[in-house]
C-alpha cells in the first residue's frame, strides 16, 4: 500500500524567503507524485506533478519539486515566498499500475507567510 | 471551462438524520471522485466512477454511504444515517479519464457538520 509523509504540519516563513515544505513517499513500485494547493474554504488545486522523466518539475506560481528515488522523497520548494502563498498544501501518491490509480494525499502542511 | 460545482456548501445536521451532496463535473470528464477530508488530515477517496460504472469504493463505509451516477454525468453522495465522525467536508473532483496522469479539478467541497 501507499503512503505519503509530510513533516511539519505548519511551516512559517518571512516574505521573500526559501519555501521548503517537505513529502516522502512509500511505493512498492515507481510513483507518480503530485503536490496540490488548498486555500481557504476552496477545493484543491495542483500545483505540479511528476510521472516519468526529468526528476525537477517545475509548477504553477514558482513552485518546483525534485522526485529523489533513493530518498523516497518530492519535497516542495520556492525560492521566494509571497503572502499569496499562504495556503495548506497536500502531497499525493497515487500508482500508475493499479487499477484505479487512486490518488493517496499526507495529512497537510498548512503554510504561514509573515510580512 | 465551468469548474466542478458542488451543492450545497455548507449543511449541518443532527446525528442519524440523512443528508445528500450534488456534484456536477466539468463537462466531458469520464471521471468522477467523491473525497472525505476531516478537519487536519488529507483527502481519502471514497469512490470512484468511470462514466457510469464504479471504480473503487473499498473506502466507502457501505452501511450508511452511498453513491450513484446516473447517465454518467452528475453525480449524489448519500448518508443515511450519519454520525459525528462523519462531520467532514466532502470534496468531488473530476479528471477526462482514470488514469492519474490526468490531473483531478476539485470542486470547492460541502461542509457537512453532524450533531
Known amino acids: 500500500a501507499q503512503s505519503v509523509t509530510q513533516l511539519g504540519s505548519h511551516v512559517s516563513v518571512s516574505e521573500g524567503a526559501l519555501v521548503l515544505l517537505r513529502c516522502n513517499y512509500s511505493?512498492?513500485?515507481?510513483?507518480?507524485l503530485f503536490w496540490y494547493v488548498q486555500y481557504p474554504n476552496q477545493g484543491l488545486q495542483l500545483l505540479l506533478k511528476?510521472?516519468?522523466?526529468?526528476?525537477l518539475v517545475k509548477g504553477i506560481n514558482g513552485f518546483e519539486a525534485e522526485f529523489k528515488k533513493s530518498e523516497t522523497s518530492f519535497h516542495l520548494t520556492k525560492p521566494s515566498a509571497h503572502m499569496s502563498d499562504a495556503a495548506e498544501y497536500f502531497c499525493?501518491?497515487?500508482?500508475?499500475?493499479?487499477?484505479?490509480?487512486?490518488?493517496?494525499f499526507g495529512k497537510g502542511t498548512k503554510l504561514t507567510v509573515n510580512p | 471551462e465551468a469548474g466542478v460545482a458542488q451543492s450545497p456548501r455548507y449543511k449541518i445536521i443532527e446525528k442519524r438524520q440523512s443528508v445528500a451532496f450534488w456534484c456536477n463535473p466539468i463537462s466531458g470528464h469520464a471521471t468522477l471522485y467523491w473525497y472525505q477530508q476531516i478537519l487536519g488530515q488529507g483527502p481519502k477517496l471514497l469512490i470512484q466512477?468511470?462514466?457510469?460504472?464504479?471504480?473503487?469504493d473499498s473506502q466507502l463505509p457501505k452501511d450508511r454511504f452511498s453513491a450513484e451516477r446516473l447517465k454518467g454525468v452528475d453525480s449524489t453522495l448519500k448518508i443515511q444515517p450519519a454520525k459525528l465522525e462523519d462531520s467532514a467536508v466532502y470534496l468531488c473532483?473530476?479528471?477526462?479519464?482514470?488514469?492519474?496522469?490526468?490531473?483531478?479539478?476539485f470542486g470547492p467541497g460541502t461542509r457537512l457538520t453532524v450533531l
Open positions: 511528476y510521472t516519468t522523466g526529468a526528476t
Open positions: 473532483a473530476s479528471s477526462r479519464d482514470f488514469s492519474s496522469y490526468n490531473e483531478q479539478f
Open positions: 499525493a501518491v497515487s500508482d500508475p499500475q493499479g487499477g484505479s490509480e487512486k490518488l493517496v
Open positions: 466512477f468511470q462514466n457510469n460504472g464504479v471504480v473503487d
Open positions: 511505493s512498492s513500485v515507481p510513483p507518480y
